[in-house]
């Protein structure tokens, strides 16, 4: 195919993207990988035939400096001819050289790293087992490359920042990722189990020698509790050591693991049943408390314990291990007597087809989920005699329990269906099958049963291939917005940040303070709230100990500084990011930020995609949250926007749409809150005290009513059988009800425009008018409301007038996931968004047109903002109610522009971490908030120019933030008028195309609109970001490369005269590098 000028530099295989940002090097070769588990965490094997190959120069080189070759020609005839002293001579070239490991796809920066070599025999790569979580690779024949660092930079850079030891820390979170899994688990949770009457239970031991002699010669068995005297060595804070000598009730195998803990760490932290978060706590302990190369050493020797128990314990299961609960069949039998209840009902037309058929999947959800409780508690105990001839009850040693329990393998989920029941299946198009699989693997499965789960089996397989593509599409997008961020200075002294709190969702704690102001930097001084003695000074990086005691003492807000509010111009400042999670120390300046934010929420995006099919698309889907339950004892507090009215029952009926209930402890101070929907019944008064698990509030999830705060009698308006509302007969129960139809499919043009209403008439004949005002009371219904009234009924204040059906749900996949994820950074308008309003005042109707209401807020200066709504929207607010600027006034999803207009960058950049934390959180990632910033930053990096003042700019124009502040102090200084502006807010496509740069523009998309623009505007390149300077290339403007860049300014700011004697010197200088690495 012949190609055009254009199709030779655009797209995937043009030259932007196949040879300038990615090029195929010399000196690397690639095999399959296998599990090398006698080396150390720095080593990897490396096979003869290819260390031969790649590090044939330097062979060479040593060849002829030891005088065995007189030439090069002759050299390669010796390696060739493999004469027994080129090994000799591979040997010591190879001594203290790293090499760089890579697998594919290389999805965040621990997918390459250092290793030493070692060479062995065999044609396959050597791989350590603790760094396959960081590659992300197993031994089923995935392939790796081995890259050889030539120069003596290369050399030193590969061992100092990139040698496996070096990367304990993944940068996504700044959780150990050098973590055991699988059979290392198994081994040292099985190690660390307490067994009831093992043999040698109740003996005593002087120390471990005499504990490993019992345990040799078989006196007392691994899991057997016993008394033994532990050594435990403690650094101080000048790093002097002291020994103490202790006495501990535990086990053997514990007692035996004590050896390998490093000075520092207290026995406690092994002394209880070692799981996978318990061991990842154990790292990140010794992390902290001994530093990075006793971790490294710790690392290496639990994983041998953990591989030798494991092979010793010989622990497998059979297919008798799946105990089937003896209560399945009565869970089922008492579930399917509640769906043919529902059943009835519905003949009986008293819930709708919806409705029942929502029921019949909350009922089966529910009994599949007790299946699995009464099954794990049946598997995850057994009973056993103690030594004194009692009955007693453990914790089960049934293999699978502890693979499960232990988090080697397997989950609850996945046991459920080997011995509990399937449960609800998907539809292909996403629907649950109201008939469940109630058989599990071991009783195995019918014809219908087997055909019903292909569907939801092959759905998983079809996501994960679309799904890849998506993820790595948005982690490249995330790159190119990022890419030019790189901590530039060390300090901005901004005296800006953001006020965090403990992150409170559904009452729950779903992170808390000390998770999220860690490793953050105080952005003023933090108060005592006691002694009002400044606790810590701001601009201190809050570590461990310091969240610590700032939990302690009961502080709930900290301001803190973060990459949103950073001054720093080109770039971000070390103070406000914080700490450099992948190191555990303040981030060096040169650190390319932008770019590992990008990786870190790119990868588990992948990740997440890959991991639809585990659980055989069997429907996840949780039952609905139908009430709120205190989960604290407390005081019942009710907040401002909370509105109730007593109904004629005495129940209190919520009226309010973003009320919450917070519930406080004796200081006052917040446990939980939780938001009580619109309708709901409280069963609780503001000020009560609480005790833990009462329910505070309760409603009908499948329905959202609509509420009279008035009594009187019903005066129906426009309700007119065919024209706004149609007669629902049901098929099957002959009863008829009233709902709404959509103004679409309404006949006449005259009744297009009209709304379904409801007004009251009091005792005199009168219309009821709201409090206060002369307006009437006016309910109006929205469509596919079921009204619940008739013409004429008397209603009490706190009856319901009309419900509206909640749709049917459908399966919360990841597939929700990653497109919202993009829709988020994207900064997409959604389709129908909720209306915020633009100002603080009072809310009104105005005269409806055809097909739209008009809603007016008269602000404080009797200004009046009209809103015209659709007629069939949800409107929050009702007549004379008093909203706040930004406040929701028609129910809908948030569009974050007009976020960012009304309520400024500190609630935007809150609503989208907290979104996009949403979707990563329900897959058990964690992903630190900082990240998130750094790209919200970048998102919001132009402005829009509203008045130039006496700066260039034109109005309208949208430039860089930096420029422009730039700009201002420029006009500042000559004391003229600076540029007024506004924030906008970009998606990260958008804000890509738009950088400055037009080199990183056209390498990423559109290539040749982009160049014809960048022509025809004559632009030029500052060359600020990583890539344009790899396309160029130069050496990129972060880590090494900076420091580079800072001397080359520095002496092109220097006078002219000064040029000529400085560079005489500087050529020679440069000379050695070059020849001495290569050659």
Not at 28 to 46: A, D, E, F
Not at 69 to 86: F, G, H, M, N, S
Not at 337 to 358: D, F, H, M
Not at 733 to 747: C, E, F
Request: charged content about 25%; overall charge negative; aromatic content about 4%.
């Amino acid at each position: 195919p012949l190609k055009s000028l254009a199709d030779m530099i655009k797209g995937k295989g043009g030259r932007f993207r196949q040879n300038l940002l990615g090029k195929r090097v010399d000196y690397s070769g690639r095999s399959v990988i296998v599990v090398g588990p006698q080396l150390k965490l720095h080593q990897c094997g490396l096979p003869k035939k290819m260390a031969l190959e790649l590090f044939k120069p330097f062979i060479f080189n040593k060849l002829e400096l030891l005088g065995l070759a007189t030439t090069i020609k002759a050299a390669k005839r010796l390696v060739e001819q493999e004469v027994p002293e080129v090994w000799d001579i591979l040997e010591e070239v190879i001594r203290e050289h790293p090499v760089l490991l890579n697998r594919a796809p290389t999805l965040h920066r621990l997918g390459i790293q250092a290793f030493e070599p070692v060479l062995i025999e065999g044609k396959a790569i050597q791989l350590h087992p603790l760094v396959c979580a960081a590659f992300n690779a197993d031994f089923d024949g995935d392939q790796m490359a081995v890259h050889v660092p030539l120069s003596l930079e290369a050399q030193m850079e590969a061992r100092t920042l990139m040698l496996a030891s070096n990367n304990v820390l993944s940068p996504a979170n700044g959780e150990p990722i050098i973590v055991p899994s699988q059979d290392i688990v198994l081994g040292l949770y099985y190690a660390t189990r307490e067994r009831i009457n093992a043999k040698g239970e109740g003996m005593s031991f002087s120390d471990l020698a005499e504990v490993h002699r019992g345990y040799d010669s078989r006196q007392v068995e691994i899991n057997a509790r016993i008394w033994v005297r532990i050594r435990e060595k403690d650094i101080a804070e000048d790093g002097e050591i002291t020994e103490k000598v202790t006495r501990y009730e535990t086990t053997v195998g514990r007692a035996l693991l004590s050896e390998i803990l490093p000075a520092g760490l207290s026995f406690e932290l092994l002394n209880k049943p070692l799981k996978k978060k318990e061991i990842s706590r154990l790292i990140n302990a010794a992390f902290r408390l001994c530093g990075l190369r006793e971790t490294v050493i710790f690392a290496d020797k639990l994983m041998q314990a953990g591989f030798g128990i494991a092979t010793r314990a010989g622990i497998s299961f059979g297919v008798h291990d799946m105990t089937i609960p003896a209560q399945k069949q009565e869970l089922i039998k008492a579930a399917e007597t509640e769906v043919k209840e529902i059943e009835n009902q519905y003949t009986s037309g008293l819930v709708t087809a919806g409705e029942r058929y929502n029921k019949v999947v909350d009922i089966w959800s529910r009994c599949g989920e007790q299946v699995g409780k009464v099954m794990m508690e049946q598997l995850g105990s057994e009973e056993v005699v103690n030594r004194h001839g009692k009955t007693v009850k453990q914790e089960a040693f049934n293999s699978i329990y502890m693979m499960a329990d232990s988090g080697a393998r397997g989950s609850a989920a996945q046991i459920r269906q080997l011995a509990g029941m399937r449960g609800l299946m998907a539809k292909p198009d996403g629907s649950i099958i109201e008939t469940p699989i109630t058989a599990n693997f071991r009783e195995g499965l019918n014809v219908l049963q087997y055909f019903i789960s292909t569907h939801g089996a092959r759905k998983g397989l079809a996501d994960t291939a679309l799904k890849t593509a998506n993820s790595g599409y948005l982690t490249r997008r995330l790159v190119d917005v990022t890419q030019d961020l790189v901590v530039t200075e060390d300090d901005c002294r901004t005296q800006n940040g953001v006020s965090m709190k403990a992150l409170v969702e559904g009452g729950e704690v779903v992170e808390a303070l000390r998770e999220r102001i860690l490793g953050r930097t105080l952005a003023i001084d933090l108060i005592h709230p006691e002694t009002q003695d400044v606790l810590y000074p701001a601009g201190s990086l809050l570590d461990e100990e310091s969240v610590e005691t700032i939990d302690n003492v009961g502080i709930d807000e900290v301001k803190v500084r973060t990459a949103l509010s950073c001054d720093t111009r080109w770039g971000v400042c070390s103070k406000c990011y914080g700490r450099d999670l992948g190191r555990g120390s303040p981030v060096n300046v040169g650190e390319a930020i932008g770019v590992i934010a990008a990786q870190s929420i790119g990868e588990p995006g992948t990740q997440l995609t890959m991991r639809t099919f585990h659980i055989g698309g069997a429907a996840s889907r949780t039952a609905v949250q139908s009430n709120v339950e205190a989960k604290s004892a407390g005081t019942v507090r009710f907040t401002a926007t909370m509105r109730y009215l007593s109904n004629a029952k005495g129940d209190k009926v919520v009226i309010s749409r973003s009320g919450e209930v917070i519930i406080t402890d004796d200081n006052g101070r917040e446990r939980e809150r939780h938001k009580v929907p619109y309708g709901a019944l409280l069963s609780v008064a503001d000020g009560d005290t609480v005790r833990a698990g009462k329910t505070i509030a309760n409603w009908d999830p499948h329905h959202r009513p609509i509420i009279t705060e008035y009594a009187g009698t019903v005066k129906f308006e426009h309700v007119e059988e065919g024209t706004t509302v149609a007669k629902q007969i049901d098929d099957v129960t002959g009863l008829s009800t009233l709902v709404v139809i959509d103004a679409k499919r309404r006949t006449t043009a005259a009744a297009k425009g009209q709304r379904p209403s409801v007004k009251l008439i009091n005792d005199s004949g009168e219309e009821v008018r709201i409090a206060g005002t002369d307006h009437a009371v006016n309910i109006s219904f929205p469509v596919g409301a079921v009204i619940a009234v008739r013409d004429g009924q008397q209603v009490q204040v706190g009856e319901v007038l009309a419900r509206i059906p909640q749709e049917v749900s459908k399966t919360r996949d990841i597939t929700g996931g990653l497109p919202r994820v993009a829709e988020l950074f994207e900064a997409r308008s959604p389709k129908d968004a909720g209306i915020l309003a633009e100002v603080t005042g009072t809310v009104s109707f105005g005269k409806d047109t055809k097909g739209k209401q008009r809603l007016v807020i008269t602000d404080l200066d009797k200004q009046e903002h009209e809103y015209l709504i659709a007629k069939d929207k949800h409107l929050l607010v009702h007549d004379g109610q008093v909203v706040n600027k930004g406040e929701m006034i028609v129910d809908g999803p948030v569009d974050p522009h007009d976020l960012l207009r009304l309520l400024g960058i500190e609630e935007l950049a809150r609503y989208i971490i907290d979104e996009v934390q949403d979707v990563y959180r329900l897959q058990g990632v964690k992903i630190n908030d900082k990240h998130i910033e750094v790209i919200v930053r970048q998102m919001l990096r132009r402005i829009e120019v509203e008045e130039p003042g006496d700066t260039p700019f034109i109005m309208g124009e949208q430039v860089e933030r930096a420029e422009l502040f730039e700009e201002n102090e420029k006009a500042e200084k000559a004391g003229k008028k600076a540029a007024s502006y506004r924030n906008i807010l970009l998606g990260i496509t958008k804000a890509s195309l738009s950088t400055d740069s037009f080199i990183s523009a056209a390498s990423f998309q559109e290539t040749t609109r982009v160049l014809t623009e960048a022509a025809i505007m004559g632009k030029r390149d500052e060359l600020r970001g990583l890539k344009e300077n790899v396309i160029v290339g130069r050496l990129i403007p972060a880590g090494t490369g900076l420091a580079y860049h800072m001397i080359r300014k520095a002496q092109a700011a220097e006078p002219v005269l000064a040029e000529l004697p400085a560079s005489a010197p500087e050529t020679p200088a440069a000379e050695p590098a070059t020849t001495g690495g290569g050659s």
